[in-house]
């Protein structure tokens, strides 16, 4: 198998581009391939290109259902994940105990309501300004 490089002017046939992976065939004499330089392109007999076209075709054929079972597995775990992500943080603040340790239960409900007294104490002080 000859090598090569885009822009090359090349005989008929078919050259297999190896920078993409991509088939390409030119059909007359003195046809140049396409990009630049940088592209790579190996010429490949006729009835190999045609086994290699079977072949990848087989495979796309073989493996596509799995590929789309895959999706729609990763996917619906996926949501799944979320959704129970998003139930945790709803319930969590609930089952939860609410309390410091060292402190009782009615210090807060005190100091609650000693604040509240402050806050309308502020309040008609202003009031009466």
């Known amino acids: 198998m000859t090598r090569y490089r885009g822009g090359d002017t090349v005989r008929g046939g078919a ?3 190896l920078s993409v992976g991509q088939l390409v065939l030119q059909r ?3 046809e140049t391939l396409p990009g630049g330089n940088e592209r790579k392109y190996l010429k490949v007999s006729l009835p190999l290109a045609m086994v290699i ?3 990848s075709s087989l495979a796309y054929v073989i493996f596509l259902p799995f590929i789309g079972m895959a999706l729609v597995i990763g996917y619906s775990t996926l949501r799944g994940v979320k959704a ?3 139930m945790t943080e709803s319930i969590l603040p609930v089952a939860l105990p609410h ?3 060292g402190e009782a239960y009615f210090a807060r409900l005190i100091s609650s309501r000693k604040k ?3 806050e309308r104490e502020e309040e008609e002080e202003k009031g009466a300004d």
């Open 15 to 17: 050259y297999f581009d």
């Open 28 to 30: 007359f004499d003195g």
């Open 53 to 55: 076209g079977l072949v």
């Open 84 to 86: 129970l992500g998003r």
């Open 99 to 101: 309390w410091v340790p």
């Open 116 to 118: 509240e007294a402050e």
